[in-house]
């Protein structure tokens, strides 16, 4: 992948963006068609390793259209590498987007950043208390085990999990606690 080809994503995922529900919206999209989107996301998701995109495309994943959703969460999945440049802004996304699968993949993308994202313990300790999207509450955990012991923010939250939730959450808070636990 050019840097070239990369700009040019970056540009089309993110020009004329509005807010969602604005007049003119199209589902989060601005004045860009839905078709352009999807084709776009195809071109990211079949690459390597893309950089510089995490945030718009986190925020893609929670939108209106299913077939936008499903080649976003494709990205998310197959070519998207976060950065430490964009950990502030996932917070920030995890933190004030409701929409559990935007949340859930704000957790994802922290989580592979691991320790780097040690900033993000609170905000991913409260989408594990908070969030009505168990997938949501689930990949906080995971995400919480991956940042290790910076992580100790959470425990708290994480041994709530661990005692009164649905199994598999109960089994990566778990997992959670042993790891912050084995690094302290």
Do not use: F
Request: hydrophobic share 40%.
């Amino acid at each position: 992948m050019s840097s070239n080809q990369k700009a040019a994503w970056a540009q089309t995922l993110s020009q004329n963006q509005q807010t969602v529900g604005s007049p003119g919206d199209h589902g989060g999209l601005g004045n860009l068609k839905p078709e352009t989107v999807i084709e776009t996301l195809q071109q990211v998701s079949n690459s390597d390793s893309v950089t510089g995109m995490t945030v718009r495309i986190v925020e893609l994943a929670g939108n209106s259209n299913d077939e936008i959703r499903m080649w976003a969460a494709e990205a998310l999945e197959r070519a998207i590498q976060p950065s430490a440049d964009e950990i502030s802004s996932l917070i920030k996304v995890l933190e004030e987007n409701e929409e559990g699968e935007v949340r859930y993949w704000a957790a994802t993308m922290l989580g592979r950043l691991g320790g780097a994202a040690a900033q993000a313990g609170q905000a991913l300790s409260d989408c594990l208390d908070k969030s009505l999207h168990l997938p949501a509450r689930e990949r906080s955990a995971w995400a919480l085990c991956q940042i290790g012991e910076a992580a100790a923010v959470a425990k708290d939250s994480l041994s709530k999990a661990a005692e009164d939730a649905p199994p598999r959450l109960k089994r990566l808070a778990t997992e959670a606690l042993k790891r912050i636990g084995e690094a302290a």
